[in-house]
């Protein structure tokens, strides 16, 4: 469980403006409108899992060597506020609400929007019958409800923590107790973003004949270094 005490994405896309609010009824604007909103959603998906493995970096390292905590609190203190980063970025990914952008309504209009019709008019994924397609589609939102524990946990402490000074929190008794109530861990936040990937690489490839190509910056190596440099200046300073 991340505890708050404790201790460029390669990816670029256009910003995307899409008006909130209910789909059209025009297939063909219902169409434009999901692969907007695909695109913005991978947009957040990418910077969400490269902000992520910012925070994983850090305590990679530090298990190696104790050079980022010697030098100062810095490190922890981006950690802790990197991990509030990634946990309100994944509330507003997967929390349905009916005025925003969320994967729950990427799913739901994906399958509402996918018909025999358009299988054929298209003529993608013709290595899959429609059967399979609709198949793989009502999967998705099978696998967004078995995320159904981690994703009320994430609204819980979002709701109570990191959107809101919620007047049943006033002190860090509380708050450790909201965090051990709702707990969200290192395998939830991992499984919530590559639900995220997956499920949008599939409809855009689905509906667009799109493979999404990507590579998300690692930041280990360039904080093994960071440590590296700091251990050389901690022993020349004894000199």
């Not at 936040?189 to 599939?202: A, N, P």
Request: charged share 30%; glycine share 2%; aromatic share 12%.
């Amino acid at each position: 469980m991340w505890d708050f005490r404790s201790f460029s994405c390669i990816f670029s896309i256009e910003t995307l403006k899409n008006p909130k609010g209910v789909y059209s009824l025009n297939p063909k604007v219902q169409l434009k409108q999901l692969e907007r909103d695909i695109e913005w959603l991978i947009y957040q998906t990418f910077l969400t899992k490269q902000t992520f493995n910012a925070v994983t970096a850090v305590s990679k390292v530090s298990g190696k060597t104790d050079a980022l905590s010697k030098y100062g609190d810095y490190f922890a203190y981006s950690q802790n506020v990197m991990i509030s980063e990634v946990q309100l970025q994944l509330s507003k990914l997967f929390v349905e609400n009916k005025d925003s952008h969320s994967l729950y309504k990427i799913i739901k209009v994906a399958n509402e929007l996918f018909t025999e019709k358009y299988y054929k008019q298209t003529g993608y994924n013709q290595n899959k019958s429609y059967k399979e397609i609709t198949s793989n589609l009502q999967q998705l939102k099978s696998d967004l409800k078995d995320l159904e524990k981690p994703i009320q946990n994430l609204k819980k402490i979002r709701n109570r923590d990191l959107a809101h000074l919620d007047k049943r929190i006033s002190d860090f008794k509380k708050l450790e107790v909201l965090t051990e109530s709702y707990p969200l861990y290192i395998k939830d936040i991992q499984d919530l973003i590559s639900f995220s990937v997956k499920s949008l690489s599939e409809i855009k490839a689905i509906f667009f004949n799109i493979n999404l190509k990507y590579e998300v910056r690692n930041y280990d190596y360039e904080l093994e270094q960071i440590a590296k440099s700091i251990e050389e200046y901690l022993e020349n300073k004894k000199e």
